[in-house]
């Protein structure tokens, strides 16, 4: 891990100054405090405004910028005006990350940053995600991908740290709550959005409400699904799912996963 840390910082030292794609989650802490160490002043986060994320971690973004004593903007993204995002096809994310990262290009530009990169890691390639294409269109870097960090050695290096966010729970934007082919709104975005919000409150920390129309499908880690056996922990989910707008409110049985709505995809393909 020291020789990546090390082939890192070479990596971004070489680029002088740059822009930080930065949501606040433990890949883009651990890019964000390292560029800060290396480069110093000529580092800016910027972080994403938008209905696709939460507000507790744009939250969570702005004090940890803060932190780590790095010039933080926040601007707002309209994903939600492209139709090819919002109806929601398999490769939504191309069309985010094309609208987010011309937008961070054009940032770049004005405040005189060089490079614009963000914290994709060596596992990513092994997922689905379209939205790498647009990265390589739009020549932005990927840093810790290119030292060759994966997302256990980022954590690793995050602790070492004393990064806030070495076991924080992934992130992926509310859009990849909905099934594909299912369209994207607002007002659908916000109640997925409070639906998890209500479980965290219950202490659940890694958790997914999965649109499915107006029934909700929650993961939650594998050792949490026994609380549902909880007749008061039942009743309140469903109290307040059905407040939100669901009509039926389900458990995944087998719980939490990242990107559990590409497995439809895996199964059109096998």
Excluded: W
């Amino acid at each position: 891990m020291e020789k990546k840390l090390k082939k890192l910082q070479q990596i971004l030292k070489r680029m002088n100054g740059i822009l930080v794609a930065y949501s606040g989650g433990v890949d883009s802490t651990l890019l964000l405090k390292i560029a800060k160490d290396v480069l110093g002043d000529q580092v800016l986060a910027v972080t994403a405004i938008s209905p696709t994320f939460t507000k507790r971690e744009n939250q969570a973004a702005r004090n940890i910028a803060k932190m780590i004593k790095v010039k933080h903007k926040r601007v707002k993204t309209h994903e939600l005006d492209c139709q090819d995002f919002t109806r929601n096809p398999p490769n939504r994310c191309y069309f985010c990350k094309r609208e987010l990262f011309s937008l961070l290009k054009s940032i770049a530009k004005q405040e005189g940053c060089k490079s614009v990169v963000e914290a994709s890691n060596r596992d990513d390639e092994k997922d689905f995600r379209p939205g790498l294409k647009a990265l390589k269109e739009l020549g932005i870097r990927s840093p810790l991908r290119e030292a060759g960090f994966s997302k256990k050695e980022i954590r690793q290096l995050s602790k070492k740290l004393d990064l806030p966010t070495f076991d924080k729970p992934s992130l992926a934007c509310l859009a990849s709550r909905f099934p594909y082919g299912q369209p994207i709104d607002r007002k659908k975005l916000r109640m997925v959005e409070q639906a998890e919000e209500y479980l965290h409150t219950l202490n659940f920390k890694q958790c997914r409400v999965r649109y499915h129309g107006s029934t909700a499908r929650i993961e939650v880690e594998p050792e949490d699904i026994d609380r549902f056996q909880n007749h008061k922990v039942r009743e309140l989910v469903i109290k307040e799912f059905k407040k939100l707008g669901f009509t039926y409110i389900t458990l995944d049985l087998e719980g939490y996963r990242s990107g559990s709505m590409n497995e439809v995809l895996t199964q059109r393909l096998s």
